[in-house]
């Protein structure tokens, strides 16, 4: 059976970390930096972990 191939653009969006979790980066911290606060900016920058909900969506999508 042939292998499976990545989704091009999940493999953009996400990381898997040493311990198998799936993170993703945080909307809104693309452009228009003027408007935003130092603050929020700061914790827009933080990467989060992937909701359980989407979390086994993503693992297909990486063929994980």
């Not at 292998?3 to 979790?21: D, I, L, M, P, Y």
């Not at 799936?22 to 003027?34: D, G, P, T, V, Y």
Request: no cysteine.
């Amino acid at each position: 059976m042939p292998k499976q191939k990545t989704h091009s653009g999940a493999k953009k969006r996400f990381k898997v970390t040493g311990s198998g979790k799936i993170m993703r980066e945080q909307s809104n911290n693309q452009h228009l930096f003027e408007g935003k606060s130092s603050r929020r900016k700061r914790r827009l920058a933080v990467d989060r972990e992937l909701s359980k909900a989407d979390t086994k969506t993503a693992r297909r999508l990486l063929g994980i």
